[in-house]
Every structure is written in structure tokens, then in C-alpha cells.
């Protein structure tokens, strides 16, 4: 009985291979007829890896665009486990542009990952399986992301105080708590998001809004049919988004009137 129960609620949430519960979006761009396939994941997590593969698997798109920008692949590619210790990490991290709270948030940032290392969680996995997957389907591939340097002189800029407790939260954060997939929704990581801006406003611009905006512009720019891959708190911005510059072209359209005779 319980078996049977697990398959209703497959089927419930996916149609032909392709989540239905929000995770993956349709974004139909009425200017050139593209049609992106948005996957919002939960960085690092084996399942939103699946879903990635599940989605190329059907959609078979001529583009697979990510959320990253080629600085962040050459660090991706350069990591070393025996750049892992605390004293390395340390002195990266003050050598790092910024000031004194941003050395020290990104030291914290690097922790985190050395964390996640030691549980056998790779923080960007579905960018490593995404890059995998367009090869084997012949997809052209594409970053989208903001330079990551343009995004740290940012956050540098913020107040000391919020760059400084949104690294401690962070650092906080449980692995168990944080990689649970039955626990990351549209609706919980909206509610995540929301704090966030109400909290520290300036490093929810600089982290998500800023970035919701440049990903955006690139993904308006692709032809055919594409999936994107972005993290799930930029979903809902790159949505509102898309459905104004929508709403926006079809007021623009002439209104054609047939004329009898």
C-alpha cells in the first residue's frame, strides 16, 4: 500500500520527467519564440542534480545556461583538497580585495565549504552534472552570472555589521538542515528570501536582486529551446521579470481590425 502511495505522488509531481511542483518553470519569450526550461535547485543537492538530467533528458535543448560566470569556473577547476586546511584558508582569505569584514566573510564562505567537503557535499554539483549533460545531448553552453568579483566589490560596500551576521548565519547552518530537499519548496525559500531583504537589504540587492536582473537580460537573449539553471531563491525575481516584459510587448502589439468589403 505504501508502495502505491509513492507512485501517486510521483505522478502528481511530474509530468513527462519534468517537475511540476515550481521547481521547473516554462518561460515562453513571445519576441523570438524561445522556450526556457528554468530549473531552480538547491545547490550542491543530489535530487535537484537529477531533476537537471531528468529535464535535458526530455526537453533535449540546443542551450544549457547556468548560473555562473567563467571566474567562478576557474576556481571551481583550480580547487585542490590540500587547499582545504585552516591556515590556507586563513591566508586566502586575508589576502582577498575588501576590507576586514569582507576578508572575514569570505573566510567563513570558505569554511562552509570545507565543511561540506568533509560530508561528501559538492556545493556545486548540479553545475558539474549540468556541464556533463549538455556535452552528451551536444548542447552549447552558456554562464549567465554576474562576475563574481563585480559581486564581491559590491557586498563590500554593504554595512559591516549585516555582511558580518549573514556570514555567522550561514556558518550556522546545519548540513543536515540545509540539504534537505523535503524542506527547500518555491514557498520556504521565498519565506528565506523575504527575511533576508527585510534583515540586511543591501545583501539581498547585491546577492540576489542585482543578479535576478543581469541572468534575466542573458536569458532573454537565447534562441530555440533552452534550460537554465539558476539556485531557487533567484526564481521568483527572474519570473516577475519576464512576465512584465511580456505584459509590456503584448501592449506594444498594433491591434490589427479586419475590414468586411
Known amino acids: 500500500m505504501a508502495k502505491k502511495k509513492k507512485m501517486i505522488n510521483n505522478e502528481t509531481h511530474y509530468q513527462h520527467g ?11 519569450n513571445s519576441s523570438n519564440g524561445a522556450q526556457i526550461y528554468l530549473i531552480g535547485t538547491l545547490h550542491g543537492s543530489n535530487q535537484s542534480a537529477e531533476i537537471f538530467k531528468s529535464v535535458i533528458e526530455n526537453v533535449k535543448p540546443g542551450i544549457v545556461a547556468v548560473e555562473l560566470c567563467e571566474k567562478r569556473v576557474g576556481a571551481m577547476n583550480k580547487q585542490q583538497p590540500d587547499d582545504d586546511t585552516w591556515y590556507k584558508l586563513f591566508r586566502k ?21 570545507r565543511r561540506l567537503n568533509a560530508y561528501g557535499i559538492i556545493p556545486a554539483l548540479e553545475f558539474k552534472v549540468s556541464m556533463e549533460e549538455s556535452a552528451r545531448v551536444g548542447a552549447s553552453y552558456f554562464y549567465i552570472d554576474q562576475d ?9 560596500k554593504v554595512p559591516s555589521f ?11 547552518l546545519s548540513v543536515d538542515t540545509e540539504f534537505a530537499d523535503e524542506k527547500h519548496t518555491r514557498s520556504s525559500v521565498r519565506e528565506s528570501s523575504g527575511k533576508q531583504k527585510t534583515r540586511c537589504p543591501d545583501i ?9 536582473n543581469f ?3 542573458n536569458l532573454r537573449n537565447f534562441q530555440g529551446k533552452v534550460v537554465a539553471v539558476v539556485g531557487m531563491a533567484h526564481m521568483d525575481g527572474i519570473e516577475l521579470l519576464w512576465k512584465r516584459v511580456e505584459e509590456e510587448d503584448a501592449s506594444k502589439s498594433p491591434v490589427i481590425s479586419e475590414i468586411e468589403g
Open 93 to 113: 582569505s586575508m589576502r582577498a580585495p575588501g576590507g576586514l569584514s569582507m576578508k572575514i566573510y569570505k573566510f567563513m564562505l570558505s569554511c562552509r565549504r
Open 204 to 212: 539581498a540587492k547585491v546577492m540576489i536582486e542585482d543578479r535576478d
Open 18 to 28: 519534468i517537475p511540476t511542483d515550481g521547481k521547473v518553470v516554462l518561460l515562453n
Open 162 to 172: 549585516d555582511l558580518l551576521w549573514k556570514a555567522y548565519r550561514e556558518s550556522r
Open 215 to 217: 541572468m534575466f537580460t
Open 148 to 156: 563574481i568579483n563585480v559581486t564581491h566589490e559590491q557586498l563590500s
